[in-house]
C-alpha cells in the first residue's frame, strides 16, 4: 500500500510505505480541539515508512509532537521524540481513507452520546493500556 497526503495549501507533503499498525479514533480534548471536530480519526505507520517534505510547525501535547503546516494551519502529523511511529490524520490524504477502518476508539469517557460506539472496536475509557480498561 502507498499513499500520499498533505495540507490544505500544499506547502507540506507526504508519502506512506505499507499497511498502518494500527487505526483508530480518539474523543479526547486535544484531539477535538486540534481536529475542529468530536473527534480525530488516524492511523499510525512505523517513521521509517514515511516520507515527508516541507516545513512543518510543531507544538507539544500530552501525545507528543504535533505536527502542523505554518503557513495554513492543517495538523498533520504527530509524533514523540525517539518514537519508531507516526500517528498521520487521516482526513489529510489526498484519496478517501475508506479502507482504513478503527480497530480501537480512545477517551470513550468523552465521547459525545450521540454518537454510537463503532461496532466491532476495541473501547478504551482513555488511553490504550490505562488501568480501568
Not at 468530536?38 to 516545513?55: H, Q, V
Not at 503557513?71 to 507516526?86: T, V
Request: some cysteine; glycine content about 14%; hydrophobic content about 30%.
Amino acid at each position: 500500500m502507498r499513499l500520499s497526503g498533505g495540507c490544505n495549501c500544499g506547502q507540506v507533503r507526504y508519502e506512506l510505505d505499507g499497511e498502518p499498525i494500527r487505526v483508530g479514533i480518539c474523543h479526547c480534548e486535544t484531539c477535538r480541539k486540534g481536529s475542529g471536530s468530536a473527534f480525530s480519526f488516524f492511523g499510525i505507520w512505523p517513521r521509517t515508512g514515511a516520507t515527508l517534505s516541507g516545513e512543518l510547525g510543531c507544538w507539544q501535547s500530552r501525545a507528543g509532537g504535533e505536527r502542523f503546516c505554518p503557513r495554513c494551519g492543517s495538523p498533520l502529523f504527530c509524533w514523540a521524540e525517539g518514537s519508531d511511529e507516526i500517528e498521520i490524520k487521516l482526513g489529510t490524504l489526498d484519496s478517501p481513507p475508506s479502507a482504513l477502518v478503527p480497530a480501537y476508539e480512545l477517551w470513550t469517557i468523552r465521547r459525545e452520546p450521540w454518537l454510537a460506539p463503532r461496532q466491532g472496536t476495541e473501547q478504551h475509557r482513555r488511553d490504550r493500556g490505562d488501568a480501568g480498561d
